[in-house]
Nanobody, 126 residues
Framework: QVQLVESGGGLVRTGDSLRISCSTS????????MGWFRQAPGKEREFVAA????????YYSDSTRDRFAISRDNAKKEVYLQMSNLKPEDTAVYYC???????????????????WGQGTQVTVSS
Protein backbone atom coordinates (compact mmCIF):
# COMPACT_ATOMS: atom_id res chain seq x y z
CA GLN A 1 0.00 0.00 0.00
CA VAL A 2 1.43 3.34 -1.05
CA GLN A 3 0.40 6.31 1.05
CA LEU A 4 0.19 9.69 -0.61
CA VAL A 5 -0.28 12.89 1.33
CA GLU A 6 -1.24 16.16 -0.31
CA SER A 7 -0.57 19.55 1.21
CA GLY A 8 -0.55 23.21 0.36
CA GLY A 9 -4.18 23.82 -0.49
CA GLY A 10 -6.02 26.89 0.72
CA LEU A 11 -8.11 29.93 -0.08
CA VAL A 12 -6.73 32.29 -2.69
CA ARG A 13 -8.03 35.05 -4.91
CA THR A 14 -8.54 35.10 -8.65
CA GLY A 15 -5.23 35.57 -10.37
CA ASP A 16 -3.17 34.26 -7.47
CA SER A 17 -0.66 31.44 -7.59
CA LEU A 18 -0.45 28.40 -5.37
CA ARG A 19 1.74 25.33 -5.19
CA ILE A 20 0.41 22.07 -3.84
CA SER A 21 2.53 19.08 -2.99
CA CYS A 22 2.17 15.36 -2.67
CA SER A 23 4.61 13.27 -0.70
CA THR A 24 5.22 9.65 0.10
CA SER A 25 7.74 7.60 1.98
CA UNK A 26 7.56 4.74 -0.51
CA UNK A 27 11.07 3.91 -1.75
CA UNK A 28 9.76 3.04 -5.23
CA UNK A 29 8.44 6.56 -5.84
CA UNK A 30 10.76 7.18 -8.79
CA UNK A 31 9.17 4.27 -10.62
CA UNK A 32 5.69 5.74 -10.48
CA UNK A 33 3.89 7.86 -12.98
CA MET A 34 2.28 10.61 -10.94
CA GLY A 35 -0.96 12.41 -11.67
CA TRP A 36 -3.04 15.24 -10.30
CA PHE A 37 -6.81 15.11 -10.54
CA ARG A 38 -9.50 17.34 -9.13
CA GLN A 39 -13.14 17.15 -8.22
CA ALA A 40 -15.43 20.11 -7.80
CA PRO A 41 -18.74 19.86 -5.92
CA GLY A 42 -21.35 18.16 -8.04
CA LYS A 43 -18.88 17.30 -10.78
CA GLU A 44 -16.95 14.24 -11.79
CA ARG A 45 -13.29 13.89 -11.04
CA GLU A 46 -11.17 15.22 -13.86
CA PHE A 47 -7.60 14.95 -14.98
CA VAL A 48 -5.34 17.94 -14.33
CA ALA A 49 -1.73 16.96 -15.00
CA ALA A 50 0.66 14.02 -15.02
CA UNK A 51 4.37 13.38 -15.09
CA UNK A 52 5.89 10.12 -16.21
CA UNK A 53 8.60 8.22 -14.40
CA UNK A 54 10.68 7.11 -17.37
CA UNK A 55 11.41 10.49 -18.92
CA UNK A 56 9.49 13.03 -16.81
CA UNK A 57 7.39 14.03 -19.78
CA UNK A 58 4.32 15.97 -18.73
CA TYR A 59 0.68 16.00 -19.70
CA TYR A 60 -2.01 18.60 -19.02
CA SER A 61 -5.69 19.10 -19.52
CA ASP A 62 -6.70 21.78 -21.99
CA SER A 63 -7.97 24.01 -19.19
CA THR A 64 -4.71 23.95 -17.22
CA ARG A 65 -2.02 23.61 -19.85
CA ASP A 66 -1.01 27.25 -19.95
CA ARG A 67 -1.36 27.94 -16.23
CA PHE A 68 -0.27 24.85 -14.30
CA ALA A 69 3.06 23.07 -14.11
CA ILE A 70 3.71 19.63 -12.68
CA SER A 71 7.14 18.58 -11.47
CA ARG A 72 8.70 15.95 -9.27
CA ASP A 73 11.66 15.51 -6.97
CA ASN A 74 12.52 11.84 -6.75
CA ALA A 75 15.08 12.39 -4.00
CA LYS A 76 12.40 13.96 -1.80
CA LYS A 77 9.68 11.59 -3.05
CA GLU A 78 7.44 14.50 -3.86
CA VAL A 79 5.39 15.76 -6.77
CA TYR A 80 4.24 19.33 -7.14
CA LEU A 81 1.57 21.25 -8.96
CA GLN A 82 2.37 24.91 -9.45
CA MET A 83 -0.83 26.75 -10.28
CA SER A 84 -0.83 30.27 -11.67
CA ASN A 85 -3.53 32.74 -12.67
CA LEU A 86 -6.08 30.80 -10.68
CA LYS A 87 -9.73 31.12 -11.53
CA PRO A 88 -12.89 30.39 -9.53
CA GLU A 89 -13.51 27.38 -11.77
CA ASP A 90 -10.27 25.87 -10.44
CA THR A 91 -11.96 25.46 -7.07
CA ALA A 92 -11.93 21.77 -6.20
CA VAL A 93 -10.40 19.08 -4.08
CA TYR A 94 -7.09 18.17 -5.67
CA TYR A 95 -5.89 14.59 -5.48
CA CYS A 96 -2.56 13.10 -6.35
CA UNK A 97 -2.35 9.55 -7.57
CA UNK A 98 0.31 7.12 -8.69
CA UNK A 99 0.62 4.12 -10.95
CA UNK A 100 3.40 1.88 -12.10
CA UNK A 101 4.91 3.14 -15.32
CA UNK A 102 2.74 1.89 -18.18
CA UNK A 103 4.08 2.43 -21.65
CA UNK A 104 1.39 3.19 -24.17
CA UNK A 105 -1.42 3.81 -21.71
CA UNK A 106 -2.53 7.39 -21.38
CA UNK A 107 -1.68 8.98 -18.03
CA UNK A 108 -4.88 11.03 -18.24
CA UNK A 109 -7.06 8.02 -17.40
CA UNK A 110 -7.83 7.92 -13.69
CA UNK A 111 -8.73 4.25 -13.92
CA UNK A 112 -5.08 3.39 -14.48
CA UNK A 113 -3.94 4.82 -11.14
CA UNK A 114 -3.56 2.50 -8.19
CA UNK A 115 -3.12 4.70 -5.17
CA TRP A 116 -4.68 8.00 -4.22
CA GLY A 117 -4.18 10.63 -1.58
CA GLN A 118 -6.91 12.09 0.58
CA GLY A 119 -6.98 15.36 -1.30
CA THR A 120 -6.35 19.00 -0.54
CA GLN A 121 -8.93 21.74 -0.96
CA VAL A 122 -8.19 24.64 -3.25
CA THR A 123 -10.69 27.48 -3.21
CA VAL A 124 -10.41 30.45 -5.52
CA SER A 125 -12.54 33.44 -4.65
CA SER A 126 -13.74 35.86 -7.29
Amino acid sequence: QVQLVESGGGLVRTGDSLRISCSTSDPTFSMFDMGWFRQAPGKEREFVAAILSRDESTYYSDSTRDRFAISRDNAKKEVYLQMSNLKPEDTAVYYCACRWSIIGISPTDSQTYLYWGQGTQVTVSS
